[in-house]
């Protein structure tokens, strides 16, 4: 059986403020987190691979309890509410399978950047390449080949990389974003400002030698 592979970001499950922030539909902290871990394993199997974008878990004796109870292989992109060195202890126990601050990976083919901020420009950008990240909660728009993949977007539920696909197959990479005619204007303007510093570098460099040989 094939594996699939998810992602997802800020649960913030243990946070009493986030569902009044977020205005989630839940009356209780409690309510919300049994709901958060429903919905993951109600997708996610033992034997899927699963990218956390940040902000998981709120307080640190909640880390072990709750990715104990958390189907899939999990890989952590750091988030501003997570705990380095607890999350260090959780790799090391084998709860999580990797921490990165921010990762780039391929799938299908398909080169992803990972982060758990929001990007304009990322690796690749205008050669297909995605960008997933968090934080937002749903409150900023796509920006080319990019989304939020927060639970606040995602109905609280992890994201596959099937409904990506999906989700991004008519989409091109100026999209939101200002117009191809824009950006072609961008590109020539920084390859002349570019070639113009380089040709002034040589120049330098050949008075340098010159001086030299004098």
Same mark, same amino acid.
């Given at each position: ?78 988030? #501003?509410?997570? &705990?380095?060195?607890? +999350?260090? @202890?959780?790799?090391? /126990? ?6 990165? *601050?921010? $990762? ?71 999209? #939101?974003?200002? &117009?191809?005619?824009? +950006?072609? @204007?961008?590109?020539? /303007? ?6 113009? *510093?380089? $040709? ?15």
């Amino acid at each position: 059986m094939k594996s699939n592979i998810f992602f997802t970001s800020d649960l913030h499950i243990g946070s009493r403020n986030i569902i009044s922030y977020c205005n989630r539909p839940y009356r209780s902290v409690e309510e919300m987190d049994e709901s958060l871990i429903h919905n993951w394993n109600s997708v996610v199997t033992k034997s899927d691979t699963i990218w956390m974008l940040g902000d998981m878990i709120w307080g640190h004796q909640n880390y072990r309890r709750i990715l104990s109870r958390l189907n899939g292989q999990k890989f952590l992109v750091l988030g #501003n509410h997570d &705990t380095e060195q607890v +999350y260090k @202890k959780m790799q090391i /126990d084998g709860l999580i399978q990797g921490m990165y *601050k921010s $990762k780039s990976v391929t799938i299908d083919g398909q080169y992803i950047y990972l982060s758990h901020y929001p990007h304009r420009s990322w690796n690749r950008s205008f050669h297909g390449a995605w960008h997933l990240y968090g934080h937002c909660h749903n409150t900023i728009e796509d920006y080319g080949l990019s989304t939020d993949c927060g639970v606040d977007k995602w109905n609280y539920t992890p994201v596959s990389f099937e409904q990506l696909k999906d989700y991004f197959k008519d989409r091109d990479k100026y999209y #939101n974003s200002s &117009t191809k005619d824009d +950006y072609e @204007k961008y590109n020539r /303007d920084y390859h002349e400002h570019f070639i113009a *510093k380089y $040709k002034e570098r040589i120049s330098e460099e050949a008075k340098i030698l010159e001086g030299l040989v004098c």
